[in-house]
């Protein structure tokens, strides 16, 4: 079975009267995404479940894009976060690196709403520095672990490719089960994941 992480929780949006303003409304428009899809998000709707008025959302969030922006920044902090922690000030083992591993796929079947954006091109890191500082330590992180894994006998082109390899299958695994393509036991996705981590397998080059 899957391991148990921390879960982000979602509070019901309500009217708004004191406090970060910003953060309010980056709260309501990550609910309002997992509810509605990003093509039914409007900023207006945002106002209204914060219960402020369109004009303070635009003081924060000048278009949809932006508002889309700091989510997808948001979900790329809070995948990073639960990406680390089984490996955080730790030796990494096989066992370890997995659960990154595992802890990614939860991720994505917990917020797919979420996920999908972080990955569209409904937003642009080339375009928003922010975006792009969110996204770096993702694939840094997997880099790392990698070469903690395997020791000094990996070069850093055979980390980098031992890292998208490993970051391949649990993103394309994650977005076949979003998206219903794939219906498969928890068990079986440990298995699947665990492969990655195998020596003499997926980190032989």
């Known amino acids: 079975m899957l391991k148990q992480s921390p879960v982000f929780e979602r509070k019901a949006p309500s009217s708004y009267h004191h406090g970060n303003l910003q953060e309010a409304l980056l709260n309501a428009g990550l609910e309002l995404l997992e509810r509605r899809g990003c093509a039914e998000l409007a900023l207006r709707e945002v106002a209204r479940e914060v219960g402020v008025s369109p004009a303070a959302v635009y003081r924060h969030y000048t278009s949809k894009e932006a508002l889309l922006t700091a989510m997808a920044i948001e979900?790329?902090?809070?995948?990073?976060?639960?990406?680390?922690e089984p490996v955080s000030n730790a030796v990494v083992t096989p066992v370890r690196f997995a659960d990154m591993g595992r802890a990614y796929v939860r991720f994505a079947v917990r917020n797919p709403a979420l996920f999908r954006l972080m990955f569209s091109d409904q937003v642009?890191?080339?375009?928003?520095?922010?975006?792009?500082?969110?996204?770096?330590?993702?694939?840094?992180?997997?880099?790392?672990?990698?070469?903690?894994?395997?020791?000094?006998?990996?070069?850093?082109?055979m980390r980098r490719k031992a890292a998208l390899r490993a970051w391949s299958l649990v993103h394309g695994l994650s977005m076949l089960l979003i998206d219903g393509q794939l219906r498969i036991a928890h068990s079986e996705i440990d298995r699947m994941i665990e492969a990655v981590v195998d020596p003499n397998h997926a980190l032989a080059i």
């Open 124 to 157: 642009d890191s080339s375009r928003d520095a922010a975006l792009m500082f969110a996204i770096e330590p993702l694939t840094g992180n997997i880099e790392d672990a990698v070469a903690r894994l395997a020791g000094p006998r990996f070069s850093s082109a």
């Open 75 to 84: 979900g790329f902090k809070r995948l990073t976060a639960v990406q680390i």
